[in-house]
Nanobody
């Protein structure tokens, strides 16, 4: 059974940093991605990373966010720096299985950027 468990969300001041983690289990994953959904808005892609380490970022986070993965631990990370209030959202981990490809979602973790 595939499970994705996010952690690391919380309250941070503008300009601050947070590191999100996504612990995956139950399969081998080719692609990890992080999405976010703010109240009243559509879910949007923040960053993605392939098994080979290639990354892709939303323009709005380039230079401030870094996605990484530890294949031995089946874990993905999202380091978020210089956070802005408008980035307050629920952040979701998404992972695509390598064999019989399917996408799976975590339960989400709340990130609130506020003074």
């Amino acid at each position: 059974q595939v499970q994705l468990v996010e952690s690391g969300g919380g309250l941070v001041q503008p300009g601050g940093s947070l590191r999100l983690s996504c612990a995956a289990s139950g399969s081998i994953f080719s692609i990890y991605a992080w999405y976010r959904q703010a109240p009243g808005k559509q879910r949007e892609l923040v960053a993605a990373i392939t098994s080979g380490g290639s990354t892709n970022y939303a323009d709005s986070v380039k230079g401030r966010f870094t996605i990484s993965r530890d294949n031995a631990k089946n874990t993905s990370y999202l380091q978020m720096n210089s956070l802005k209030p408008e980035e307050t959202a629920v952040y979701y981990c998404n992972a695509k299985t390598l064999f019989n490809p399917r996408n799976y979602w975590g339960q989400g973790t709340q990130v609130t950027v506020s003074s």
